[in-house]
């Protein structure tokens, strides 16, 4: 069975940190790119980061773009998100996703998604 489980949100102040975990399962990890998506109340889904781990490659998302960084843990078959100066405007669900390629997950184009975890900063 495929599961992808993030964990590690919570309520943090304004300028904080978090480090978000997507732990996979059920498929082979290397072959997938995995990404990070959040959706806040009343907004669209966005994609803010995606990494392909055999390739070496990572994309973020203009907003996010130098606060944010993924990483890759293959013995542990996790994707970390870390959050870095943290704003009001990222409260958001975050879920991770698996598929071929970021440039597919990015745009909601993935094959497997998890639940999600609640980030919420306050101001």
């Known amino acids: 069975e495929v599961q992808l489980v993030e964990s590690g949100g919570g309520l943090v102040q304004a300028g904080g940190s978090l480090t978000l975990a997507c732990a996979a399962s059920?498929?082979?990890?290397?072959?997938?790119?995995i990404g990070w998506f959040r959706q806040a109340p009343g907004k669209e889904r966005e994609g803010v980061a995606c990494?392909?781990?055999?390739?070496?490659?990572?994309y973020y998302a203009e907003p996010v773009k130098g606060r944010y960084t993924i990483s890759a843990d293959n013995a542990e078959n996790t994707v970390h998100l870390q959050l870095n100066g943290l704003m009001p405007d990222d409260t958001a669900v975050y879920s991770c996703?698996?598929?071929?390629?970021?440039?597919?997950?990015?745009?909601?184009?993935?094959?497997?998604w998890g639940r999600g975890t609640q980030v919420t900063v306050a101001s």
């Open positions: 996703a698996a598929g071929s390629t970021c440039g597919r997950v990015v745009v909601g184009l993935a094959d497997y």
């Open positions: 059920g498929f082979t990890f290397d072959d997938y790119a």
């Open positions: 990494i392909l781990n055999r390739e070496g490659k990572t």
